[in-house]
């Protein structure tokens, strides 16, 4: 079975502070993705990364990066010097690669505050 | 960008109504979903569908949900006989269906069965 885990339910920082926000994850499959989506107080869900299971280097776009570690199954997305427009629920995300009409499976999310 | 589009974005129904939500994929996409997200809750997946059958759907997909393409634009979902506990956004995604490639999400419809 599948499965993310967000242990962080809320998080609130200062603006200019680093945050990193955690996801652990579960699969019996060898090949994999792994996705961070942002759900902002509007509502709608905007994408933010993709990362398959073969490839383990770091990424960083802007103020966001991205920890992928097969070793432990956790995806972590930090954002440094965050602001108040990042304040938005994060979902971290889970799909198989072998079937290309599988569901992704989200975790529960992270609440971010960011306050000035 | 090309967009995911539900309609309506917000629906009010009595509880044991029918509704229908309505979406329009992305015009080249192969792959349909339909997800939910009960207030404050994670985004549950209900249903997939591709070439015009279901090819997958979880346990809150049960007899009272079906979903059909009856056009082969616009993508529903409905609800036979609203419960209260169906209250929920409820988002519709697509994807061309290269392996991993991302959902496209639209902006949901925000049901509530009063």
């Known amino acids: 079975a599948q499965k993310v885990t967000q242990a962080q339910t809320e998080i609130s920082v200062v603006e200019k502070e680093d945050v990193t926000l955690d996801c652990v994850y579960e699969?019996?499959?060898?090949?994999?993705?792994l996705f961070w989506y942002k759900q902002p107080p509007s509502g709608e869900l905007v994408f933010l990364i993709r990362?398959?299971?073969?490839?383990?280097q770091n990424e960083i776009s802007g103020r966001y990066s991205w920890n992928f570690q097969k070793s432990t199954s956790s995806f972590n997305f930090t954002i440094t010097a965050s602001q108040v427009v990042d304040s938005a629920v994060y979902f971290c995300?889970?799909?198989?690669?072998?079937?290309?009409?599988?569901?992704?499976?989200f975790g529960k999310g992270t609440t971010l505050s960011v306050s000035s | 960008e090309p967009e995911v589009t539900q309609t309506p974005s917000h629906q009010v129904t009595q509880m044991g109504q029918e509704v229908i939500l309505r979406c329009v994929p992305i015009?080249?996409?192969?792959?349909f979903y339909w997800y939910r997200q009960i207030l404050g809750q994670k985004v549950e997946f209900l249903v997939s569908?591709?070439?015009?059958?279901?090819?997958?759907k979880s346990e809150i997909f049960d007899d009272q949900f079906s979903v059909e393409r009856p056009d082969g634009s616009n993508f529903t979902l409905k609800i036979r006989s609203t419960k209260l506990e169906d209250s929920a956004m409820y988002f519709c995604?697509?994807?061309?269906?290269?392996?991993?490639?991302?959902?496209?999400f639209g902006s949901g419809t925000q049901l509530s069965v009063l």
């Open positions: 995604a697509s994807r061309r269906g290269v392996d991993g490639e991302k959902l496209f």
């Open positions: 699969t019996r499959d060898t090949t994999y993705y």
């Open positions: 990362r398959n299971s073969f490839d383990e």
């Open positions: 995300a889970l799909s198989s690669f072998n079937q290309a009409g599988t569901a992704l499976i």
């Open positions: 015009s080249n996409h192969l792959y």
């Open positions: 569908f591709y070439n015009n059958e279901i090819s997958e």
